[in-house]
């Protein structure tokens, strides 16, 4: 195998779509206080600098008994500010933009920088419609225009202004609610695509082992959502053998992440080295079954690695065809079966193909395949072959100059989770003279 050592190479994940949220902090916002319209007595801000003008406000609220309403007068800026920066509380401001130490849209700005979620209703002794619109944009729920019947139109102005406050406060609220629910999910999601991870066979535990087996292995795993459907995984099987599988839940994302947790946990559980894998996928099948929703399934290749006979024994459950190369040549093994989940009852057939030294076994998700050349062609078997043949003519198979050109031709993020896995054999005692 050129200048392979042997054992087991993990490649790092490519998908750079995916970020690492470790250093998000889950943010609990405190429920939002919104003051609500009621038959109780609303306080009123009153901040104006003329007498008459000021009584004749506080008569038309006066008049009013739904809701009923308790006048705070200010007759400067400064004053209003004081007392809401005391701490005091009101409902709404009825604010004058002439003052005797403010005037202008800056008076309303002023205000708003002590009160931000105060309503506020403007007043003014013109009837400027450009002023008062831009008054709204700055920030007024409202306008009053002086000249007009105060006891008809404050308590509507009033009313309006708590009412549309109320609307932007709630909105706001529910919009820092819906980020914070993203951080945390995108929290649990880094620790669900760690724990999946932490389910791929890893190089410490496995590379004394594949040395001493004659075997060279090298691994990409890259979920397209962060976590997904797919994964790869090994076990020893002893007397020279060592099994490997691949399977591919349908869907993408959390609910397929789930599944994977499931179907790891029944290999772990029901595996036996003396069984043949066509007898595992059965047994996986059937258990599966009586597990998946209506519509969830898996595909699945189980091979096993013969280094004593220099053989490989396989079966599958619908997977995408392995290649088998040797020599220079490469073959597709035949993948057929029903996947797994779908039918409580049935069978699978084992195959048989000679796994010499210097054999490779190149095993992939149809994120590959399926992947997307122009809007109504895939990658599909024939691109795969076609990079396979490209470095079995300058070498050997590598996942890593593999999937380099892969991505040449179809740049990254897939829309699939994506697993390559390249299993060969070697010569044992190049590797101990090594």
Wanted: glycine share 8%; proline share 6%; with cysteine.
């Amino acid at each position: 195998m050129g200048d392979s050592q042997g054992g087991l190479t993990i490649l790092p994940p490519t998908n750079s779509a995916w970020q690492n949220t470790s250093d998000l902090d889950e943010l609990v916002l405190p429920p939002v206080a919104i003051g609500r319209i009621s038959s109780s007595k609303l306080r009123v801000l009153l901040v104006e600098d003329d007498p008459g003008d000021a009584e004749l406000v506080k008569h038309a609220l006066r008049e009013s008994r739904s809701p009923s309403f308790q006048v705070t007068h200010a007759a400067k800026l400064g004053a209003a500010l004081d007392r809401l920066q005391d701490g005091e509380i009101f409902d709404v401001v009825l604010l004058d933009l002439s003052l005797p130490d403010s005037a202008g849209v800056s008076t309303l700005s002023k205000l708003q920088a002590v009160a931000p979620r105060v309503p506020i209703v403007i007043m003014t002794g013109l009837d400027d419609p450009q002023l008062a619109n831009y008054a709204l944009e700055v920030g007024a729920q409202d306008y009053l225009v002086k000249s007009d019947d105060p006891e008809r139109t404050v308590v509507r102005a009033i009313r309006y202004a708590i009412t549309r406050m109320n609307a932007l406060v709630e909105r706001d609220a529910l919009a820092e609610r819906v980020v914070a629910q993203q951080r945390v999910l995108l929290k649990e999601l880094e620790a669900a695509r760690t724990m999946q991870f932490h389910l791929l066979p890893r190089p410490e535990g496995l590379n004394d082992r594949f040395r001493d087996l004659g075997l060279d292995v090298e691994a990409a795993f890259e979920p397209s959502l962060g976590i997904g459907g797919d994964l790869w995984g090994c076990m020893d099987s002893g007397d020279g053998k060592f099994a490997f599988y691949t399977f591919d839940f349908a869907g993408h994302g959390i609910s397929a992440a789930l599944n994977v947790f499931r179907l790891h946990a029944l290999i772990t559980e029901r595996w036996d080295p003396r069984q043949q894998p066509a007898e595992l996928l059965r047994i996986l099948g059937t258990a599966l079954h009586g597990l998946l929703k209506r519509g969830q399934y898996a595909t699945m290749f189980v091979g096993v690695v013969d280094t004593v006979h220099g053989e490989l024994e396989w079966s599958a459950a619908g997977a995408p065809a392995p290649v088998l190369a040797h020599a220079g040549k490469a073959e597709f093994l035949d993948s057929r079966g029903v996947p797994l989940g779908l039918s409580r009852s049935a069978t699978y057939a084992n195959h048989r193909k000679p796994f010499p030294i210097g054999a490779s076994l190149l095993l992939y998700s149809d994120a590959i395949t399926d992947a997307l050349v122009s809007d109504d062609q895939s990658f599909g078997e024939d691109g795969l072959m076609g990079l396979v043949q490209d470095q079995l003519g300058s070498g050997d198979i590598t996942i890593s100059r593999l999937l380099d050109q892969f991505f040449s031709l179809i740049p990254p993020p897939l829309q699939d989770d994506l697993t390559a896995v390249r299993i060969s054999r070697v010569d044992r005692g190049r590797l101990q003279c090594g």
